[in-house]
C-alpha cells in the first residue's frame, strides 16, 4: 500500500535553529522511502535534513542514521544532506534500514531565517 503523508507545513527555522519532526512511522513494508523537503516555489539554502531510522526493543529504539552496504559497496552512508544551491527544494530518498522511521530532523546552517518549510514523504 503506497504511502503518502506531509509531515510538516509552514514552518520557519532560525539560524542555527533545529527542528524535530519525529514522524514514528512504521516503514518496513517498502524498500526505500523519498522525503521531500521544500519551501513554496523558492530555494532553500543552507537547511539541512537528516534522516533516523529506528528498530524497537523492550525499553526503547535503537536509532540509526547511517548504515554500511555489504555486497556491492562497504561505504558508510549517511542519511544526510545539506541543500547549497538554494534553487528548489530537494529530495532524500533513502534505503529503509529499520522499521520506523524515527526522525527527521532539519537545521538551519545559514544566517538567514527559513520561511514556509514543508516536509511530505511518499513510498510504493
Known amino acids: 500500500m503506497p504511502l503518502s503523508k ?10 542555527g535553529e533545529e527542528k524535530r519532526i519525529l514522524p514514528n512511522l512504521a516503514v518496513s513494508g517498502y524498500d526505500r522511502i523519498h522525503i521531500h523537503i521544500g519551501a513554496k516555489a523558492r530555494g532553500i539554502r543552507g537547511l539541512k535534513a537528516r534522516v ?20 556491492e559497496s562497504t561505504t558508510k552512508h549517511d542519511f544526510e544532506h545539506t541543500e547549497t544551491t538554494g534553487d528548489t527544494g530537494f529530495i532524500m530518498s533513502v534505503p529503509v534500514v529499520a522499521p520506523i522511521l524515527y526522525d527527521v530532523i532539519l537545521s538551519n546552517t545559514s544566517a538567514q531565517k527559513i520561511v514556509d518549510i514543508y516536509v511530505s514523504i511518499l513510498a510504493k
Do not use: E, H, K
Open 6 to 15: 506531509i509531515l510538516l507545513t509552514d514552518a520557519d527555522l532560525a539560524p
Open 52 to 71: 533516523l531510522f529506528a528498530s524497537p526493543i523492550p525499553s526503547g529504539a535503537l536509532l540509526s542514521d547511517s548504515t554500511i552496504w555489504y555486497g
